[in-house]
């Protein structure tokens, strides 16, 4: 079955970095834009990043611009999340998601509903 499962998160000092990691199986990862997430407490699910099915298209929040990458290798069937210069205000528990059918060739969207299946997520913490 569709798995996605999230890695990387920890606690970090402001000013650090953190890479995620979203792991796939039980379906072909080339064909899904990937998108990562994030929630804290009291607020709504977000989204922060995704990249088209190719890697060729991403996008990001106006917050995390600058400051994330993310990318895809879709032959170790893993998707990433580089994080610099965390602030306390990215503290949250990051997910990620696959795209929803149909497939979208070349595109990607930070809306929760564009996404079908969720990881069960991991918890970054930005604190002194």
């Known amino acids: 079955q569709v798995q996605l499962v999230e890695s990387g998160g920890s606690l970090v000092q402001p000013g650090g970095s953190l890479r995620l990691s979203c792991a796939a199986s039980g379906f072909t990862l080339n064909y899904y834009a990937i998108g990562w997430f994030r929630q804290a407490p009291g607020k709504e699910r977000e989204g922060v990043s995704c990249i088209s099915n190719g890697g060729g298209v991403t996008d990001y929040a106006d917050s995390v611009r600058g400051r994330f990458t993310i990318s895809r290798d879709n032959a170790k069937k893993t998707v990433y999340l580089q994080m610099n210069n965390l602030k306390p205000e990215d503290t949250a528990v990051y997910y990620c998601?696959?795209?929803?059918?149909?497939?979208?060739?070349?595109?990607?969207?930070?809306?929760?509903?564009?996404?079908?299946?969720w990881g069960q997520g991991t918890q970054v913490t930005v604190s002194s």
């Open positions: 998601g696959r795209s929803r059918p149909p497939v979208r060739v070349g595109a990607c969207g930070l809306n929760n509903y564009e996404y079908i299946d």
